[in-house]
């Protein structure tokens, strides 16, 4: 399969918006342990995702609005049921070699109506929650991490190729 001009840009996004998710879950776990409460403001993991220099940077500003985290946070927040451990437990067999079927098929889950903002944020909020779930897995941890940053950048290149064209572009 090959990659489009788009693909660096998309897994920037990808991967810091997924850096920032599992950074922010790390600091609620802390926070449950020290204070007992496991309240890690959204602002705090971005703050410290920017401080280590994993910012978003993409070259086009309607690309980074058609992968708007706010609103995969929105979708997080609202439909949490569907982003929780308990989910990931009763749904998927994760493991390291079925991290790209599963991305795939939930893709084709999202996307099967038609691909606008909410479902790019609700794939987006899907791959990072995962993530983090991952993180804390031992049998799977950061290579987990990896691979669902790649496999999530592939779908979005690959399928939403012509969607990306349509709503972002590049600037030359």
């Known amino acids: 399969m090959s990659k489009t001009e788009f693909h660096p840009i998309v897994f920037d996004i990808v991967s ?29 993991a971005a703050l410290v995702v920017k401080f280590l220099g994993e910012e978003i940077v993409a070259e086009n500003q309607r690309i980074k609005v058609a992968f708007s985290t706010a609103a995969a946070d929105r979708i997080i927040a ?12 009763k749904n998927f067999r994760v493991s390291l070699k079925r991290i790209p079927s599963i991305v795939d098929e939930m893709g084709e889950v999202i996307f ?25 897995k031992d049998d799977l941890e950061a290579e987990a991490v990896e691979r669902l940053v790649e496999s999530v950048t592939e779908y979005f290149d690959y399928h939403l190729r012509s969607w990306l064209r349509t709503n972002g572009g590049l600037v030359s």
Request: glycine share 6%; charged share 25%.
């Open 112 to 136: 099967k109506e038609k691909q606008h903002v909410g479902t790019v944020a609700a794939f987006l909020a899907f791959g990072a929650t995962l993530a983090a779930y991952c993180m804390e």
């Open 78 to 89: 609202e439909h949490g049921e569907l982003f929780s451990d308990k989910a990931y437990e």
């Open 16 to 44: 810091s918006y997924t850096r920032h998710k599992v950074l922010q879950r790390q600091f609620s776990t802390i926070l449950q342990k020290i204070r007992g409460e496991a309240s890690c403001p959204s602002q705090l």
